[in-house]
């Protein structure tokens, strides 16, 4: 309980003081987040409406692997990226393991099938209701996708809200491709996980009570830029 | 709105994108764990304008990461694992730096009474008769390789041990954190002990045995085998870390006005 | 280029082994307003459907006197219940000329006249998801009618309005075919087939029964079912 108390006390004095440390964290934290975020969204979602208005053979198929790709362990996505980006590598070249960029690549890899698959859920039942018109209208296929991912926009933004919810928070597979380096690729879960490690539970409650409110805030403006309670209408 | 956090991003983009110097170091988490390296870092910095980053990591997995080449050198303490990696041809050679000491650490009350042991074969001898709970790091890191090589001696095998031995597979904060939960005895560096914030029961109950001394070597990663790495940076740590410099801050460094590593380079 | 005459064939709509619509042999030609009728689930959708080429044939043909890439360019089709985008009414109006390519400021424009000549100019910011029934009906015929096509089908399109919205509706339909709009209609509405019709196309369990100008139809129909059909009969 002291702790709690302790955690509580120290994380209001790192807020007020903004302390370097802490911002530098939590800057990268959004920066790795909101960037892994905006390549999964524009690779998920009009894959998603791809998925909606174009029959193909192996379309049932696809949607259940999507589907089942949601379960894939992020640990297990850090461990296969670190395969492939470590210098004995396939993909060592690049020189990316232990940067940022790897982390946003673990991170898109596993928020991709998570985005698709909720927007296609939502981008199918829109698509009901829009077939018969758009087919009567004589739409190529790119202009049925674009109406889909315009006018379900709403949906959309749920769906990358869900992506970013199991972003922000996760910590195997960043932790791994990432390293935890101090500041290079030291994020908010990271350094959580560092000082509980350490044995620094204060320290480690100030960091979750940021990354708390971080979360909470980002969800709370993008649901305000999107005027969803103002206008009341989905 | 949209123009702040504009801003704050390239801000935050351009802040990592700075023009210093920087390389990767695979450390231990019994290295860092000793909070050395907050001394060391920023005074390699000043004086040789480089940024080293640290990798910490157990001593196994330092070792591979210099096998496969994505850290640039490595600084850890296991003599044999060292020789077998320069042996591979994967570093170029081993550059002892400094040692600190290992330390067993148990409950106040020492229910196995290892605080009166004459050596430290002893204190274990006792500790498995008592079958009293003992954290092991059991992460194949040079700590854990040295309370195997302690058990043998005192001619104990781990794979008869009973529930009582908890092998744990973590760092030296971690395990020392589970030992604290558990009550457990434990054997750890003493800088880790000493930086340790959640101690609760737990007290340094034996100490001192030569045998417990810990030497710290550094191998920079073989350029031949790895062509990328920053061999010259490498070398230039190296010839720092071996520096006066670097032996007032070694040596200097304390905690709680204990002294925690002897360093002990020699000038080649 | 001329689109008519439409010749069906043999033409046959199936869906899921049960016949919808068809064998159907039929000739339109290229003038005035074609109303088709007939009991519920008599294939009155399905036949529409099928002319308008958003049913896929399971058997014969239908061609156009010009090629079908041409003939889809053209048409037109107003659903039973229509398809509100999730966008504002003009918005709506305006979506057809925005896949042909009109500037977003142009068919905004054309969009409001429209929206103004069906009588929703008091709420062409609404979204249109909050229309009523017959504004629906308003804004979906504008909404095909924008692109001035040759031909335009319509499916009960007064099948839930009240008196005035269907005359409205009826209004601005008298007024597309005089302006050139080949109109073919389907309605449950005796009163309205015998104000609209040129020529009526009486459809009974998927196929025509009979197909013949309005005024020899309404003074008597040949076929018996035609008969008890204008009775106001059930006509199984």
């Not at chain 1, 709690?4 to 209001?12: D, K």
């Not at chain 2, 001394?213 to 191998?219: D, L, R, S």
């Not at chain 2, 071996?242 to 905690?255: C, E, F, H, N």
């Not at chain 3, 804004?139 to 692109?147: E, G, T, V």
Request: include cysteine; proline fraction near 3%.
């Amino acid at each position: 309980m002291s702790d709690l108390w302790g955690g509580l006390t120290q994380a209001f004095w790192l807020l007020a003081t903004l302390d370097a440390d802490l911002v530098e964290i939590s800057l990268r934290s959004l920066q790795v987040t909101l960037t892994a975020l905006l390549v999964a969204s524009v690779l998920a979602l009009p894959f998603a409406a791809f998925l909606v208005v174009r029959r193909f053979r192996m379309r049932r198929m696809t949607i259940a692997v999507l589907n089942a790709l949601m379960g894939l362990p992020p640990v297990v996505v850090g461990l296969v990226v670190y395969v492939f980006l470590s210098r004995s590598g396939p993909f060592g070249v690049f020189g990316l393991l232990f940067t940022p960029s790897a982390m946003i690549i673990a991170q898109v890899i596993i928020i991709v099938p998570l985005i698709a698959s909720i927007a296609h859920q939502s981008l199918r039942e829109l698509w009901s209701d829009y077939h018969d018109l758009l087919i009567s209208l004589n739409t190529t296929q790119f202009q049925r996708i674009q109406a889909l991912l315009w006018d379900g926009r709403r949906a959309l933004l749920t769906a990358a809200l869900a992506g970013f919810g199991r972003a922000i928070g996760e910590v195997g597979a960043i932790m791994i491709v990432g390293g935890n380096i101090d500041h290079a690729t030291r994020v908010l879960t990271t350094a959580i996980a560092l000082e509980t490690g350490k044995g620094d539970f204060a320290l480690a409650l100030a960091l979750g009570f940021v990354l708390i409110a971080l979360a909470v805030s980002v969800n709370l403006l993008i649901h305000r830029l999107s005027h969803t309670e103002s206008e009341g209408r989905w | 709105m949209k123009r702040t956090l504009i801003g704050v991003f390239a801000a935050v983009t351009l802040a990592t994108s700075s023009l210093a110097e920087e390389m990767k170091l695979a450390v231990t988490t019994s290295f860092h764990n000793s909070g050395l390296s907050d001394i060391l870092l920023p005074a390699i910095k000043d004086d040789l304008g480089l940024d080293v980053q640290l990798l910490v990591v157990g001593t196994g997995q330092a070792l591979r990461l210099g096998e496969a080449g994505d850290v640039d050198a490595i600084l850890v303490h296991s003599k044999n694992a060292e020789q077998a990696f320069l042996a591979g041809g994967n570093g170029t050679h081993r550059r002892e730096i400094m040692y600190n000491d290992f330390v067993l650490i148990g409950p106040k009350g020492d229910a196995a009474g290892i605080g009166a042991a004459s050596d430290v074969t002893v204190a274990l001898q006792k500790i498995a008769e008592a079958e009293a709970a003992f954290v092991s790091r059991g992460d194949d890191s040079g700590t854990h390789k040295k309370e195997l090589g302690l058990w043998a001696s005192a001619d104990l095998n781990v794979e008869e041990f009973g529930g009582w031995y908890n092998s744990v597979g973590a760092g030296m904060g971690a395990a020392l954190n589970t030992a604290s939960g558990m009550n457990a005895y434990i054997m750890a560096d003493r800088a880790s002990w000493l930086n340790f914030g959640n101690k609760q029961d737990l007290s340094l109950l034996f100490a001192g045995d030569p045998v417990l001394f810990n030497q710290y070597a550094y191998i920079p990663v073989n350029p031949e085998k790895h062509p990328h790495v920053k061999n010259i940076l490498a070398e230039m740590l190296e010839a720092w870390l071996v520096s006066d410099r670097a032996k007032t801050l070694i040596d200097g460094y304390q905690i709680n006005a204990e002294t925690l590593f002897v360093f002990n380079a020699s000038q080649k | 280029m001329q689109m008519f005459p439409l010749e069906a064939k043999q033409a046959i709509v199936r869906r899921k082994g049960k016949v919808l619509a068809g064998p159907i042999d039929l000739t339109l030609q290229g003038q005035g307003i074609t109303i088709v009728i007939g009991p519920n689930g008599a294939g009155k959708t399905s036949l529409l459907k099928m002319l308008h080429g958003i049913a896929r044939l399971h058997g014969g043909s239908l061609t156009w006197a010009c090629t079908t890439a041409e003939a889809q360019k053209r048409q037109g089709f107003v659903f039973q219940a229509p398809v509100m985008m999730r966008r504002s009414v003009v918005e709506n109006i305006a979506y057809p000329l925005r896949l042909i390519g009109v500037s977003k400021a142009e068919a905004r424009l054309r969009a409001q006249d429209w929206a103004g000549q069906v009588g929703l100019a008091h709420v062409v910011k609404l979204q249109a998801t909050l229309l009523s029934g017959g504004e629906r009906q308003k804004l979906a015929l504008a909404r095909a009618l924008i692109r001035d096509p040759a031909v335009l089908f319509l499916d009960e399109p007064c099948a839930s309005l009240d008196g005035r919205a269907t005359r409205e509706i009826e209004e601005i339909l008298i007024r597309a075919a005089a302006n050139g709009t080949r109109l073919i209609m389907s309605t449950h509405n005796m009163g309205q087939a015998q104000r609209l019709a040129d020529e009526v196309i009486f459809v009974l369990h998927g196929k025509i029964q009979e197909f013949s100008p309005a005024e020899s139809f309404f003074a008597g129909p040949e076929t018996k079912q035609g008969r008890a059909f204008l009775r106001g009969d059930i006509v199984e």
